[in-house]
């Protein structure tokens, strides 16, 4: 694998790549997606599955502490459930309106120079929808995503043939870098979830939590949220000094800008 083939190599900064979860990373689920979506996984649990209503939300979540997902605990229960069936029904049916366009993270992906791709454990078209609801789904080289993790699932012939992965397992996690085809001593991940980051940990990426005030064990930065990715990790935009690129120069002022911005909005 040539690392060096892909951006920044004559770059001064750590980080040749940053990797991004999408929920209460980029966004807060707090908005009603959260609750929409606890919901609608207790509707298909009683309404696909036949589990009785007053036990939906505790079945629920019981599959998320075990296997990751209800998905995946139904599958590893023997459930035969269709994986797209599944993610029309619980996202396909979100109030996607109640994401706003977020016009400050815009500028602020836009204005990093290095590879950036989103690493989800949701579905391409969840992803996709949260993106242009945000009005960032441009800033992306690449989605990395349920399918990306899980793409022989639809050839299963038994719910137990494929076990479904996701973060933070660490074949997923493998796959994820795989894919992406990056250097994880030179990738930056960041992500709300502490057993995602300490995963990333464990591969070798740096790590950010984000979303919380405390930083967990395996994480080297810790964002309250995710404008204060200048603050935090200006280290991403650090550019050789020698260099003549015009788009450095830019990038310069854009980041100050950045933080000007967010220190008098703040
Ligand atoms: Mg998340």
New binding site residues.
């Given amino acids: 694998m040539d690392y060096c083939s892909k951006t920044s190599c004559k770059s001064s900064s750590p980080f040749d790549c940053l990797l991004f ?5 980029l966004y807060s ?1 707090k908005i009603g997606i959260a609750e929409g979506l606890r919901k609608n996984i207790d509707d298909f649990l009683v309404e696909k599955c036949g589990f009785p209503e007053n036990k939906a939300p505790s079945l629920r979540v019981e599959l998320f502490k075990n296997y990751g997902s209800s998905l995946a605990g139904l599958r590893a229960l023997g459930y035969d459930i269709d994986a797209d069936d599944y993610h029309s029904f619980v996202h396909g049916r979100l109030p996607y309106d109640l994401i706003k366009p977020d016009s400050h993270l815009r500028n602020l992906l836009r204005s990093i120079p290095q590879r950036k791709i989103i690493f ?2 949701s579905d391409r078209n969840h992803a996709i929808m949260s993106l242009k609801r945000l009005g960032i789904e441009d800033c992306f080289d690449q989605i990395i995503c349920f399918e990306t993790m899980n793409p022989n699932l639809s050839k299963s012939t038994t719910p137990y043939e494929f076990p479904i992965l996701l973060k933070p397992s660490m074949d997923a996690m493998k796959i994820a870098l795989r894919v992406a085809d990056v250097d994880p001593l030179r990738s930056l991940f960041l ?3 502490v057993r ?1 980051v300490a995963a990333g940990k464990a591969l070798g990426l740096h790590t950010a939590l984000v979303g919380k005030m405390v930083k967990s064990k395996e994480a080297d930065y810790v964002l309250e949220h995710i404008h204060n990715l200048a603050q935090v990790i200006p280290e991403i935009w650090v550019r050789a000094t020698d260099s003549s690129d015009p788009r450095i120069s830019r990038t310069r002022s854009e980041m100050d800008a950045i933080l000007t911005a967010t220190t008098v909005g703040a």
């Fill in positions: 979860d999408l929920d209460d990373t689920s989800t454990n992500d709300d979830n995602n």
